[in-house]
């Protein structure tokens, strides 16, 4: 295992003041907000350097608690992770933020220069590694490399029309977050939302003008949600949200904010014409012991036709099932 020196790492003494913002690495606005995860106080340093000598900002984290509580709180660009940290492995943290955040570039930085090392890396959801020491126009094409796949393969997990994550998607991560509420025994829930006599919306105004409120729909459900949260078209005029770590208060919570504000929202189309307002109907469920991803849907779907039958522009909690016979 080679010794990595991170007095020569990375190469920074020739590069631009921080002041002087040159490179490739940076739009002019808004700066890439870049998390850097080492427990060597001089190797952030040397990294912050040279990042913010590219316009970026510079985000740090020592351990794995840390790097986590950052991402909740902050939309981050980039992570570049260590792979060997204090009291825990660089690994478990790649593993974590892709289950947790998905498509998120993530770089490992390692001192083991070999193809296993690396091919370890990329199991555990690294989008690309770099070696120690590393110079650094070597980490600006990395980082740039791993923010192409991402956005490639977040490009594949989004609806075309909304933004939102896609169906698809959404079963990936709902199996996902009911697997690690299992394991670690978090609070889950699901919310399913339904838009309130949409084909009548279309019919008297129009598909282009259902485009655009199905858009202004996912704006206000991408505003309420926490970076944690999984928001996704689940088809048609549907939509779901995965809430890790809510039970069903904190998801009703959400849940009325996103009703109250779109019934309020006066609707304007591209032409300024008045659309008047929609209203949306809501299920939600939170998880209990035992349920599968497809329990939990068909429970939070059961809450949501209870909702349209009782009149439609509410929210309405799943009732618990059944305790299991031993």
């Known amino acids: 295992m080679p010794i990595a020196d991170s007095r020569r790492w ?102 083991y220069p070999s193809l296993e090392a690396a091919v370890e890396a990329m199991r555990s959801g690294a989008s690309d590694f770099v070696i120690k020491p590393v110079d650094g126009p070597t980490l600006e094409l990395r980082i740039e490399k791993a923010m192409e796949l991402e956005s490639t393969r977040r490009q594949a997990n989004t609806d075309g029309l909304t933004g939102l994550y896609n169906h698809r998607y959404f079963q990936q991560r709902l199996g996902a977050e009911v697997d690690r509420c299992r394991r670690y025994g978090k609070a889950l829930s699901l919310a399913l ?48 949200a995965i809430l890790p770590e809510s039970g069903a208060p904190e998801a009703e919570i959400f849940a009325e904010r996103v009703r109250r504000q779109i019934a309020e929202r006066a609707l304007v189309g591209a032409e300024g014409e008045q659309l008047g307002s929609l209203t949306i109907s809501c299920g939600i469920a939170s998880l209990v012991a035992g349920e599968s991803p497809r329990d939990l849907v068909e429970r939070t779907d059961v809450a949501l036709y209870r909702a349209k039958e009782a009149g439609r522009n509410r929210v309405m909690i799943a009732e618990q099932p059944p305790p299991a016979r031993g």
């Open 193 to 240: 939302f339904d838009l309130d006599h949409f084909k009548m919306f279309n019919d008297r105004f129009g598909h282009l003008r259902g485009d655009e409120a199905m858009i202004d729909v996912a704006r206000v459900l991408r505003r309420h949600s926490r970076t944690s949260d999984v928001v996704a078209r689940y088809g048609g005029e549907e939509f779901a």
């Open 10 to 111: 990375p190469r920074a003494a020739s590069e631009p003041s921080e002041t002087q913002p040159s490179g490739t690495l940076l739009p002019a606005a808004p700066p890439r907000r870049v998390l850097v995860v080492d427990d060597d106080p001089i190797v952030r340093e040397l990294l912050r350097r040279f990042l913010v000598g590219r316009g970026c900002e510079i985000f740090e984290a020592t351990d794995s608690e840390q790097a986590i509580a950052v991402l909740g709180a902050t939309e981050i660009d980039v992570v570049l992770v260590d792979l060997v940290l204090h009291g825990s492995s660089g690994l478990d943290l790649v593993k974590k933020v892709r289950a947790d955040f998905g498509a998120l570039p993530i770089v490992i930085i390692t001192g």
